[in-house]
């Protein structure tokens, strides 16, 4: 690796040895207690910045801004008014656009090329979220009452909303919470994570300069444990809006009992890719390898369970393999980086762990297999492109999520045996088709239990085209119209009319 230091990175007005602050009501404050978390770039093991250690009582003060915020200004908004912000606040994401790379960049680790490829899916998110401002109604009913009844209903938003995040895409996790919610007339509580927070707070600086009244959106950086425990367990929190782990998100569930909040969950996964004999296989081995590879393995629904079937399994695990040692692993900063590393010393030693894992039960790395060592690699926290050869079902590489670079492959002898093993499994986020075979595709598309079904591609999205989990992998749906339903309660209005 090469340790130019590109501009970009040490001119950046974040990393300027100032402790980044929460945002409530619309000021920058230090936390109540005073403390910070240091956040490191993964990729050198460079401190980046120190950030607000928020606990309950700054939780308090944000959900008391966000409440207030709900019932006062923001309230009287129209849905055009709405609407205008968020067209306001996604020009500004736009014109701010390659700081903010930046900052996913240097604070998780994704390559700066692969930030910069999100402008389309950001942007066009924000702006799906402000049309949808103005399309939200509610619906009058026929009723079969005696008498005279009219009855139609009314979709109000839901209240405060905690909104709390991962680390695997800040950017756009922070915009897939917060949108929705303002395009409903919601109020926000963010917690970001704390392995990545700086992105969130840039957007909180564009929100404010978009117009947004103050307490509209807070945001409070913080352990999970702390500043999120308090969030999730807040009497005055309506809803909570949760992508993390499934394990978190069972915590979620339990703390939201208190007061019956509404919750989604977008959780984890170990989708299954499936590759059949008749399939374009020239198409098939980069889909399958980026399935997983991309943003080194950390994507809810990567495709880590790669099903091939048995007449071109050896062939083509060999040429994943093969594509994988291609790809150049590096510091994320640099322009030909385009596997970077995992987003902290912690997430390495999981991967570490399930690296060792495979090979104790039998599996064989046909490339990677460990941490890349020597020269820079050593101050950062990379794996090399995985594919373990020779998995069985019931090994713990097949059946747990890894959130690394890790390709479990598996092969498989036809349609019934391939569906039922990809179903058996406790997720149910995304999941894999490369056929030819248009019977074969739909009998599949229909079979899966996942929420998502990628046929001769993988990871396709779209602002329009909902997302989320079946069984363990979550509740609810982002992105598309159900995703503002999850933001409204929907009233019944009866009026006697004589
Ligand atoms: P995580 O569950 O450890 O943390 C997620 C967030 O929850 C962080 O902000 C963390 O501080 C907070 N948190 C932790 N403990 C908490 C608690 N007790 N109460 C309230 N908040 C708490 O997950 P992670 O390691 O940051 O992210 C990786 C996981 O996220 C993976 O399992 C991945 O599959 C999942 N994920 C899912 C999706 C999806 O859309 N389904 C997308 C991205 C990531």
Redesign the pocket.
């Known amino acids: 690796m090469n340790d130019a230091t590109p501009d970009s990175r040490r001119g950046h007005r974040f990393l300027d040895g100032q402790d980044r602050k929460l945002l409530i009501g619309g000021q920058w404050v230090s936390a109540a207690r005073g403390a910070t978390i240091a956040t490191l770039n993964p990729s050198t093991g460079e401190l980046l910045a120190n950030f607000a250690a928020g606990d309950a009582e700054d939780v308090n003060r944000a959900v008391a801004a966000a409440r207030a915020a709900f019932e006062g200004e923001w309230a009287r908004f129209k849905p055009f008014q709405r609407q205008e912000i968020l067209l306001k606040w996604a020009d500004l994401i736009d014109a701010n656009f390659e700081e903010l790379c930046w900052l996913d960049t240097l604070d998780m680790g994704a390559p700066i090329s692969v930030t910069r490829m999100r402008r389309q899916r950001v942007i066009g998110m924000l702006r799906f979220y402000a049309g949808m401002a103005t399309a939200l109604h509610g619906e009058t009913v026929e009723n079969s009452m005696p008498g005279n009844f009219a009855s139609f209903t009314l979709k109000d938003p839901i209240g405060v909303v905690g909104a709390?995040?991962?680390?695997?895409?800040p950017l756009v996790?922070c915009v897939?919470k917060i949108a929705p919610a303002l395009a409903t007339g919601c109020t926000v509580v963010l917690?970001?994570?704390?392995?990545a927070p700086l992105t969130a707070l840039r957007l909180g600086e564009l929100l404010m300069e978009a117009g947004l009244p103050a307490g509209v959106v807070n945001i409070v950086t913080?352990?999970?444990?702390q500043?999120?425990?308090?969030?999730?367990?807040h009497p005055g929190v309506d809803k909570?809006a949760?992508?993390?782990?499934?394990?978190?998100?069972r915590?979620?569930i339990e703390?939201s009992a208190g007061n019956f909040k509404r919750l989604s969950?977008?959780?984890?996964?170990k989708s299954p890719n499936i590759v059949f004999a008749d399939a374009d296989l020239d198409a098939a081995v980069p889909g399958a390898a980026m399935a997983v590879f991309a943003n080194s393995g950390?994507?809810?629904?990567?495709g880590t369970r790669l099903f091939v079937e048995a007449p071109v399994y050896d062939e083509f695990v060999e040429r994943v393999a093969a594509f994988g040692k291609a790809l150049k692993v590096g510091d994320s900063a640099l322009p030909e980086t385009q596997i970077g590393p995992v987003?902290s010393a912690r997430?390495l030693e999981t991967v570490q762990r399930y690296l060792a894992s495979g090979p104790s039960e039998g599996a064989i790395a046909l490339s990677g297999g460990a941490r890349l060592t020597g020269g820079d690699y050593d101050k950062g926290f990379f794996v090399a492109p995985t594919v373990f050869k020779g998995v069985r079902d019931e090994m713990a590489i097949a059946r747990e999520?890894i959130?690394g670079p890790v390709i479990s492959a598996l092969p498989f002898s036809d349609i019934d045996d391939v569906m039922r093993r990809a179903n058996d499994t406790e997720y149910g986020?995304g999941s894999g088709v490369w056929t030819t075979n248009l019977s074969t595709a739909h009998k599949m598309a229909k079979g899966l239990r996942a929420g998502s079904v990628w046929i001769n591609c993988y990871q396709s999205t779209d602002p329009a085209m909902p997302?989320?989990?079946f069984k363990s992998?979550?509740i609810g749906r982002?992105s598309g119209i159900e995703h503002l339903y999850q933001y409204l309660e929907t009233k019944s209005v009866w009026i006697n009319l004589g």
């Open positions: 709390i995040i991962p680390w695997n895409g996790a897939w917690k970001p994570s704390e392995e913080g352990y999970g444990h500043a999120g425990a308090a969030l999730a367990a909570v949760f992508t993390g782990s499934t394990g978190t998100g915590r979620l703390a969950l977008e959780l984890g996964g950390q994507i809810c629904s990567a987003v997430q999520e959130f986020l997302f989320g989990g992998s979550g982002e």
